[in-house]
């Protein structure tokens, strides 16, 4: 019953994400037979198929209806989550009520979780009831490759739309907060004499209080592969559900010394501790997961019903899904429930450890058959590897689960009696000290490694195997050992495939409504335009790199701040080998100017610029706009910037014709991309680099017909995300889009068309 269970679940997962034509009345099908068969115990996995296909069905339907978008929303909630940024208070807001302030639109009632951003905000509280005018969006994000999917984690945290608070009408506080348990203890701690680092680390792994953590202590967590140490899992609630167990039946023992295994109530003590300590740490996600596997594991060691571990595990994962669907698109899940299934697979059939050395060796064991598999399955989630993360897990397992942790709870207990609580969180701040020490230095001598993108999935693959040749019962060690050596010898052997000698690779990243283009070649990097830097401040190009990276140029079309935006950052956190703008720009840097008829050659590669001239007084800023040509072969790339009609024609005949590639101008606006310059070039692929559901209509009807009767291919970032282009031979023809779309699969003209009717 427990695979059929959670088969059952993940069944409703698959429908309910992705649901097929005729999915009501399969299900209605399903359950007139379950109903004829009489078998009470087909109901059971049919109502958890049918309840979670309904749940994911809801949180879809619930998203905000494009019809709101850019309407003013009177709405009402409980702030979930507050974040102070300077003058930006980011919030969470639980929706008890929305409607449109507008008559005539469509409603917003299913509206259950947002996220908003508050400009000069009045001060905010979690758990205060507000009433609000805002302005939302259904939830998106950037879709650019191997980075941060935003839109995604909006999905998984059941967050239905985003946007801002208006300041007319104000906002008006309905109900103060009333603070829990959890927030007099967050109280309580402040007001201890402990060190900031002691207070953050207590306040996260006995009240999960993760938010508490600093930048810099999640850099060094996950750098030394100790992350899930810091957060409320199932190690914490277990031990929390292990001291009660053993409390219970320690009492249980001497108030009835013949009876005393047999006695069920300290199995319950244990689970309400568990439930208790869960509930205090706030019951977010990760608590109620760990909570839920706690009580699962309670149930199958209490030996009532004789259960295997691998029917637990498929419970747990049932019960966990069924009560979180959403929790299935979070890595952590994951990570979590294969970290238990390796454990199971790992000691399955082997006797307990007896004695300090038979538990040293256990320890030692486990995480040395954990660290590769944990490691493969963190670096496809992640894209991250932590060197360090199997020597330092072997000292700070045990120092957290049997020192800090205990430490800390038994700080919370002794309360009442403050030079004992006192005491105990003396000693949890100067281990907690000494640990941070250990892994800073564990750090430094391994840092983090990010692999190349092209790097990730082989590397898992051969972490992976090698952990299974390890734990897998029945193997010869000889075969273990040998196949052990043959993959990390693949593992070192790997690299990634450069770009062959003259080939142009083209990425036009979506920035959202900016420009940002990376061009490279087998030695060369460069970038066009730094994209745009946001009114709340936040820098699209802060997410697409690691800092450190080598760009040889860097050349800024001209000073407008939706393509200039991320100069400062770029020559912050990067290596820049020189900026180019137009000659009379200010970006904030030291420049070279462009000017028309420079031109380099970077391994087969030509580049030249046709504008701006020498002299650009008498010029706009977007009419100064640095342009650039790329010729490899017989294929060209085009860059327009924002130049308007005007200068297109002063340049246009000595552009090459035809166009492989174009980035339409000024976004597709219908200030550029005039008649002459569409006629004349023909480009074969054009791309608008435009934000989505942008509010100036980018890229506009007329400049799409144009292209359309040009019959060039047209790709939108706004649409189909990042995009990369591949000029020289036959690899001009290969077109990659980050956000895949169904309607482009069909029609005629190889995929291109449809641009206006998604």
């Given amino acids: ?101 507008a008559a005539a639109r469509p409603a917003c009632e299913r509206l259950r979780r947002v996220r908003l951003s508050a400009f000069e905000a009045p001060p905010l509280q979690p758990g205060e009831h507000w009433a609000l005018t805002v302005r939302l969006r ?88 100790t992350t899930h140490l810091m957060v409320i899992s199932g190690l914490h609630v277990g031990l929390v559900a292990g001291f009660a167990l053993l409390l219970g039946r320690g009492a249980a023992r001497l108030a009835t010394p013949g009876g005393w295994r047999l006695a069920v109530w300290p199995w319950w003590m244990a689970g309400v501790a568990a439930a208790g300590y869960a509930t205090l740490a706030g019951l977010e996600p990760p608590a109620l997961r760990a909570l839920v596997m706690a009580l699962v594991g309670l149930w199958v060691a209490s030996g009532r019903h004789a259960p295997g571990p691998w029917q637990g595990w498929w419970l747990a994962l049932a019960v966990v899904l069924a009560i979180d669907p959403l929790s299935a698109w979070r890595p952590g899940l994951w990570l979590s429930f294969l970290a238990v299934a390796l454990l199971i697979l790992a000691w399955q059939g082997r006797p307990r450890p007896r004695g300090v050395r038979g538990w040293l060796w256990a320890l030692v064991r486990t995480q040395l058959l954990l660290a590769p598999l944990m ?37 919370w207990l002794l309360a009442p009696l403050p030079p004992l609580s006192a005491l105990c969180w003396w000693l949890f701040a100067h281990l907690s000290e000494a640990l941070a020490r250990g892994l800073e230095a564990a750090v430094a001598w391994l840092p983090l490694w990010l692999p190349e993108p092209a790097l990730v999935t082989p590397l898992a693959l051969c972490l992976g195997l090698m ?152 010029l706009s800023s977007n009419d100064r706009s640095c342009v650039l040509e ?61 934000g989505r559901r942008n509010a100036f209509g980018h890229p506009h009807d007329e400049v799409v017909r144009r292209f359309r009767g040009a019959g060039s291919c047209q790709w939108s970032t706004a649409l189909d995300g990042a995009l990369t282009f591949r000029l020289g031979g036959e690899a001009g023809r290969v077109v990659e889009s980050t956000r895949p779309l169904p309607w482009r699969r069909g029609g005629v003209g190889a995929d291109c068309l449809a641009l206006e009717s998604p």
């Fill in 1 to 101: 019953m427990a695979i059929l269970l959670a088969l059952a679940v993940l069944a409703g997962l698959g429908l309910g994400s992705q649901p097929p034509p005729g999915l009501l009345e399969g299900l209605g099908l399903l359950a007139l037979g379950a109903l004829a068969r009489r078998r009470p115990a087909d109901w059971l996995p049919l109502a958890a198929l049918v309840g979670v296909t309904a749940a994911v069905l809801l949180a879809r339907g619930a998203v905000l209806p494009d019809g709101l978008l850019r309407e003013d929303l009177a709405i009402q909630g409980r702030l979930v989550e507050v974040t102070e940024e300077e003058r930006l208070t980011r919030l969470t807001l639980a929706v008890s009520d929305c409607r449109p302030l």
């Fill in 138 to 225: 259904p939830p998106a994000g950037f879709a650019n490759p191997h980075t941060f999917d935003y839109e995604a984690w909006l999905w998984r945290e059941g967050i239905q739309a985003t946007g801002y608070v208006r300041h007319e009408p104000p906002p008006q506080r309905l109900a103060e907060s009333a603070p829990g348990l959890r927030e007099h203890a967050l109280t309580h701690l402040e007001g201890r004499a402990l060190p900031p680092r002691a207070e953050r680390w207590l306040a996260a792994l006995t009240l999960g209080a993760g938010d508490r953590l600093t930048a810099d202590d999640w850099a060094l967590l996950n750098a030394s592969g």
């Fill in 375 to 411: 490691a493969a399955a963190v670096l496809l989630a992640f894209a991250r590897l932590a060197p360090a993360a199997p020597l330092v897990n072997l000292v700070a397992v045990p120092v957290v689960s049997s020192l800090l942790v205990p430490l800390g709870l038994l700080g």
């Fill in 467 to 618: 952990a299974l040749l390890w734990v897998l019962p029945g193997l010869a060690a000889p075969l273990r050992a040998t196949g052990s050596l043959a993959l990390a010898a693949v593992a070192l052997s790997l690299a990634p495939a450069g770009i062959p000698p003259g080939q142009l690779e083209v990425r036009v990243l979506d920035v959202g409504q900016g420009q940002l283009v990376e061009l490279r070649t087998a030695g060369y990097r460069a970038l066009y335009d730094a994209g745009p830097r946001f009114a709340s401040g936040f820098v699209p190009v802060s997410v697409l790199w690691p800092p450190g990276q080598r760009f040889d140029e860097v050349i800024v079309s001209h000073d407008d701040i939706d393509h200039a935006g991320g100069v400062a950052l770029l020559a912050e956190r990067h290596r820049v080998g020189r900026f180019l703008a137009p000659p009379g720009e200010e970006i904030g840097v030291p420049f070279a100017a462009c000017r028309r008829g420079d031109s380099w050659e970077r391994d087969g590669v030509r580049f030249r610029f046709l504008w701006p001239p020498e002299e650009t007084a008498a």
């Fill in 630 to 690: 790329a010729s490899v072969g017989g294929q060209r790339l085009l860059i327009t910037g924002d130049v308007g009609r005007r200068v297109e024609r002063a340049f246009l005949l000595e552009a090459e014709a035809p166009v492989t590639l174009l980035v339409a101008g000024h976004h597709g606006s219908q200030t550029s991309s005039g008649p002459q310059l569409v006629q004349w070039l023909t480009p074969r692929q054009v791309v608008y680099s435009a």
